[in-house]
């Protein structure tokens, strides 16, 4: 799809996480913040429940839980998966809706910027 301006959609998206990383979260009925802790720590969960044995992810886990950032981080609202793929986009208009806030949640917003970037 051919978009009016080059780069549309990377300043959209840069704007609307950092309109949705602004909101007020003491209005979000979303529970307390996770914090980097509480995401490894629930991957790690998830990965011991598959009874595999992978070294590799073992060892992302340790150094994961060694390396956490120091102090609390910014407690934003995060979508939790922004990508392409969840972005109704228009032709002339660019980004006109996000899709599937099912992983919404409280949390750091460099999840939202470091999830779209591995995308």
């Not at 609390?72 to 660019?94: I, P, T």
Request: hydrophobic share 45%; charged share 20%.
């Amino acid at each position: 799809m051919k978009f009016k301006s080059e780069g549309l959609l990377a300043k959209q998206s840069g704007e609307i996480l950092a309109r949705l990383h602004s909101l007020d979260t003491t209005v979000v009925a979303l529970g307390p913040p996770l914090t980097a802790e509480d995401t490894v720590l629930d991957l790690q969960r998830q990965f011991l429940k598959l009874n595999l044995t992978r070294p590799c992810l073992e060892y992302v886990f340790f150094w994961l839980l060694s390396n956490l950032p120091e102090g609390r981080q910014q407690a934003s609202l995060v979508h939790g998966d922004f990508r392409n793929g969840n972005l109704m986009v228009n032709r002339e208009s660019g980004i006109i809706g996000v899709l599937d806030w099912e992983l919404a949640h409280v949390g750091d917003p460099y999840e939202d910027l470091a999830w779209i970037c591995m995308e």
